[in-house]
């Protein structure tokens, strides 16, 4: 339970090995968003939205934070599974976990077939041909009225009780242990890759592409399987934006919904996993505080906000705990 | 000469109107330790880039044990043995040597795409990247990250992440270029201790390096061997005392 009660690893090769253990922080945090249930049950509903936009920032952790690879369209995927889970829904088949998988393994998809092109830049034309796709698929949305609603989003979506069961109450209970178990299953899915060789070779790609590959990183092979999934973790996110929602705005395909979660993901730091969940929640959290009662200010606080963590703290919200608890570490070590 | 592991024939390479390789016929044999000298802006980085792939040659070939890689990507190639360094260190800042030289094992071992399992079950690869850091004294600086790393121990990084390749080919990049004199030498004791039946090359300025360490010394100027020969030979050679050491010997 406590730090000094393990036993102590012997060489820095143990402790690489062990670093994807389970650690007691971890404990608290998720038994800690269960407290939410029972703490705030009036606010579920925006605690559900968290968890969702938490899972989008975190499958832009994996691209933006590990891997290096700046996309500002993520919002592609997210819309892209969002729509697809609630077209079938509205369609016939309002079963969510399938829907939800579904939709997932649709917008990976998409990211499979558009990675190959975004192995082959870097920079502007990146950060160009990324929001050229979500504009793209938002144009198309807004298009095809007989398909997706148009402007007036998609209405008509159903979804059944999950395992027949559990019903998607007013209050939201629902809602929020259905977004918070699949963020939670798809956080230790990216625990486990961000630990895996493959996690360390993104990393790499990320601090030196001149030298991966001089090591045997074969790096077009890397980003396509990293883009996969990241688009499928967004659209497993989008998923659940149309489900608990029972309903589809085109604006899950916005630009803006790409610039936001990348604000978020900087705010609560990059390449840290928890980041993304962290700025989620100070976001949303902050947001539905302040932009109902000053919405005038509220872009103009986040715009100042986002230009000090980026100029006094770097790293985020997380890198600023990183920083205090190395601090105190080292105080209590120099105690010692 | 069949024991030849690694050659060129007619390697040829161009920026603009700058000829920076020019018809580069180069051979090394098995277990070489063979040195390549010229002064600055001669070509001899851009000839490692060559081998390695970073750059693709407008004329010529490059054989690796009698087959043709030419066409190879740069990782495909460090897959068949050749490994290098670099002359300014290129390394992975946020990574601590331990992850670095842990993944250049796995992704030697074909197992660096491998996205579902932790480094728990890579447990052999860590520790044998442990064991090269010890081996090259990096035991202490296991944990750090490499951007906090003193340059010296950033520059036996370099070799060491060569190293887990476990490479036929070996090219060292001016290994010692920016370590003070007095530590260049055990940066070359290790160069020395390496397995006999690695053939490298290094590219070096220090010509006391030069004579100590390489059984054959080959003499670029812009962009073309003009010499080959054992030290004895180069140092006695007239052309080279003229274009080369005739004007100092560092950094001409
Ligand atoms: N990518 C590039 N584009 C254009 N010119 C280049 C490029 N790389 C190298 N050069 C030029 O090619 C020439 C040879 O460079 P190279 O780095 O191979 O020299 P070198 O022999 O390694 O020199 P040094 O001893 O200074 O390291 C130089 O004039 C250099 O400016
Ligand atoms: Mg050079």
Redesign the pocket.
């Known amino acids: 339970m406590f730090a000094f009660a393990k036993p102590a690893l012997a060489t820095p090769a143990d402790r690489l090995i062990a670093a994807a253990r389970w650690r007691w922080y971890e404990t608290a945090f998720w038994l800690g968003t269960l407290l939410v249930l029972f703490a705030f049950p009036g606010y579920l509903q925006l605690a559900s939205q968290i968890a969702i936009v938490g899972l989008f920032a975190l499958s832009l952790d994996l691209l933006m934070g590990y891997a290096g690879i700046i996309s500002l369209g993520h919002a592609a995927f997210f819309g892209f599974g969002a729509y697809v889970a609630g077209i079938i829904a509205k369609y016939g088949w309002g079963e969510p976990l399938s829907g939800m998988v579904i939709a997932g393994l649709s917008a990976g998809l998409l990211g499979l077939i558009v990675s190959p092109i975004i192995t082959r830049l870097h920079g502007i034309a990146l950060l160009m041909v990324t929001m050229g796709l979500c504009v793209l698929l938002f144009e198309a949305a807004n298009r095809a009225v007989w398909l997706t609603g148009g402007d007036d989003g998609l209405q008509g979506v159903e979804i059944w009780p999950i395992f027949g069961t559990f019903t998607f109450d007013l209050l939201g209970r629902t809602a929020y242990l259905y977004a918070l178990i699949v963020l939670f299953l798809m956080f230790l899915v990216a625990r486990r890759i961000v630990h895996s060789p493959f996690g360390l070779s993104l990393q790499a790609m990320r601090d030196n592409p001149r030298r991966a590959p001089a090591i045997g990183t074969d790096m077009g092979e890397r980003v396509r399987i990293v883009y996969t999934i990241s688009a499928a973790m967004a659209g497993v996110a989008g998923a659940l934006i149309a489900q608990t929602t029972q309903f589809v705005a085109l604006e899950v395909l916005s630009f803006q919904r790409s610039a936001e979660i990348m604000i978020i993901l900087i705010l609560g730091g990059t390449g840290r996993l928890f980041g993304g969940l962290i700025g989620a929640a100070v976001f949303m959290i902050a947001r539905d505080q302040l932009a109902t009662s000053y919405p005038q200010y509220w872009y103009l606080g986040i715009g100042a906000l986002l230009v000090a963590v980026v100029m006094f703290a770097r790293g985020g919200v997380m890198g600023g705990f990183d920083r205090l608890v190395r601090w105190w570490r080292a105080r209590a070590g120099a105690g010692r | 000469m069949s024991d030849v592991i690694l050659a060129t024939e007619g390697l040829s390479l161009s920026?603009?109107a700058?000829a920076?390789t020019q018809d580069v016929n180069y051979g090394l044999p098995k277990g070489a330790r063979y040195a390549l000298i010229?002064?600055?802006?001669?070509?001899?980085?851009?000839?490692?880039?060559l081998l390695t792939g970073v750059?693709a040659p407008a004329a010529g070939r490059i054989l690796l044990s009698g087959e043709d890689i030419t066409k190879l990507a740069p990782h495909e190639r460090v897959k068949r043995g050749i490994a290098r360094t670099f002359?300014i260190n290129t390394l992975f800042g946020q990574l601590t040597p331990l992850q670095a030289v842990t993944l250049a094992i796995c992704e030697r071992r074909g197992h660096g795409a491998r996205w579902l399992a932790s480094l728990r079950t890579h447990k052999d690869a860590v520790e044998e990247a442990y064991a090269l850091l010890e081996l090259l004294n990096l035991a202490s600086s296991a944990e750090r990250t490499t951007v906090e790393l003193a340059y010296g121990r950033q520059r036996l990084l370099e070799i060491a992440l060569a190293l887990a390749m476990k490479p036929k080919v070996l090219l060292l990049?001016?290994p010692a270029?920016g370590v003070p004199v007095g530590e260049s030498g055990e940066l070359f004791d290790v160069i020395s201790n390496l397995p006999g039946d690695i053939a490298i090359l290094f590219?070096e300025?220090d010509m006391n390096l030069v004579f100590k360490f390489a059984k054959r010394i080959t003499v670029?100027v812009s962009?073309r061997i003009i010499v080959e020969g054992s030290p004895r030979e180069i140092a006695a050679d007239p052309q080279v005392r003229e274009v080369y050491l005739g004007r100092g010997h560092h950094?001409g």
Do not use: Y
Request: charged residues 10%; without cysteine; aromatic residues 8%.
């Open positions: 920026f603009g700058l920076v010229g002064p600055n802006g001669a070509g001899k980085t851009t000839l490692i880039n750059f002359q990049d001016e270029a590219i300025h670029m962009g950094h």
